[in-house]
């Protein structure tokens, strides 16, 4: 499998966090990846930092979220703030590493909801 930096993500996951108002994400510490070579039916995937790793590197709460490209880049430009969207409803309020599940207390993480917040980011544009 191979890695790669992937700018565009940067720029896009920074503009859904600006306009959706996902004030408690740090942007600056989202990294954005586009992967080629998984065997994964996954469209794009979060990765947490947990606590112990926050601790032992001395490092403050980081995420990564990674692109499939096989199964992302054909996508259209929708579809992918779509996915961009339901990958950073993973991220919980305290910005802590860690990761929410697709359903929790009182909250899901499904298509509905990402639907809801695709179409507040129109309604600001």
């Not at 430009?77 to 993973?90: F, Q």
């Not at 910005?95 to 695709?118: A, C, K, M, T």
Request: overall charge positive.
């Amino acid at each position: 499998m191979n890695w790669q930096k992937a700018p565009d993500i940067d720029s896009e996951v920074k503009n859904l966090c600006q306009k959706l108002d996902f004030s408690y994400i740090d942007p600056k510490r989202i990294i954005c990846f586009r992967s080629f070579g998984s065997s994964s039916r996954a469209r794009a995937r979060i990765w947490s930092f947990p606590k112990v790793w926050q601790l032992a590197l001395k490092l403050p709460p980081h995420y990564v979220i990674e692109v499939l490209s096989l199964h992302f880049d054909h996508l259209s430009t929708d579809d992918k703030k779509r996915v961009l969207i339901h990958e950073l409803m993973h991220i919980p309020k305290n910005f802590s590493g860690s990761l929410l599940p697709h359903r929790g207390r009182g909250r899901r993480i499904d298509s509905r909801n990402v639907e809801q917040l695709f179409k507040k980011l129109f309604n600001l544009l």
